[in-house]
């Protein structure tokens, strides 16, 4: 087995891969660039601020209104303890260990998580704040079974060149397929030329019936009216000057 040896442009691999999700090297070495910048990161947070101080304790002052002033009551212990945030060097390098240990389980390919473990690798204090945190986090990165090769992605040359051309597959079928359902053949076959003949429409007028004047006044055998009345074109109802006449204060009165 060989020692790794760290080289300027490991960098720019973990970069391309937490960009774009698109692991461009072999697991193996891929696998040492990672475990090499995790030992980087360890040793930034422990040479950073350790473990903050607990409040000093001070026993209760008399004030001079007769009161009792009391230190504040101590947080109460939980049954399930706590994670450990500020660690030790013997303690971080334990938790170092096992994150090591899930990276070898990991034969020829990478975690389908590896894009999140990278991005780690990369900006390990932009979301923690102690190294417990921080390996907790990488930890959960790696508590998986799957492998990248177990997810298949779009080939990114094509998809960057589809979307650079949007017009290049449109002559020859929708971007995005409908769910419409496709026409009924009943209409279809009705569509034919561009101004079919209107439909035949019924003329609608006035009724031309009288009515027989039979109990019930309603008609079993009704009678045109034109062959019952006559008419010589004469105007039967006057106009409204010959049957009112102007008023004084306006308006129309009946003669």
């Known amino acids: 087995m060989t020692q790794y040896i760290w080289q300027i442009e490991h ?5 391309h891969i937490a960009s774009t999700d698109l692991p461009n090297s072999e697991w193996p070495l891929l696998r040492d660039i990672i475990k090499h910048k995790i030992n980087k990161n360890i040793d930034l947070f422990l040479s950073g601020p350790g473990r903050p101080t607990p409040p000093a304790h001070f026993p209760p002052v008399a004030t001079a209104s007769g009161g009792l002033k009391l230190a504040p009551f101590p947080q109460r212990k939980s049954l399930v303890p706590a994670p450990v945030n500020y660690m030790t060097a013997e303690e971080a390098e334990g938790m170092k260990d096992s994150v090591f240990a899930l990276l070898d389980q990991f034969d020829s390919n990478p975690p389908f998580t590896i894009q999140r473990v990278c991005e780690l690798c990369l900006n390990p204090k932009q979301n923690y ?7 907790r986090a990488v930890e959960k ?3 998986v079974t799957s492998t990248y090769d177990s997810f298949p992605t779009i080939n990114s ?3 960057r060149y589809d979307c650079s051309h949007p017009g290049r597959h449109r002559l020859h079928h929708a971007v995005c397929p409908s769910r419409s359902p496709p026409p009924s053949p009943l ?4 569509i034919g030329e561009a101004h079919p003949d209107p439909l035949e429409t019924k003329a609608l007028g006035l009724v031309d019936e009288l009515d027989d004047p039979a109990p019930g006044h309603m008609s079993e055998h009704p ?6 009345t006559t ?18 204060g306006g308006g129309y009165v009946r003669r």
Request: no cysteine; aromatic share 4%; charged share 20%.
């Open 187 to 190: 209409i279809l076959a009705n």
């Open 157 to 159: 040359q094509r998809a």
């Open 141 to 143: 990165s790696l508590l």
């Open 223 to 228: 009678v045109a009216l034109t062959s019952v």
């Open 11 to 15: 960098d720019a691999i973990l970069e």
């Open 231 to 248: 008419s010589d074109g004469e105007q039967v109802v006057d106009s409204l000057e010959a049957r009112f006449v102007r008023a004084q």
């Open 129 to 135: 704040n102690s190294v417990g945190k921080y390996l």
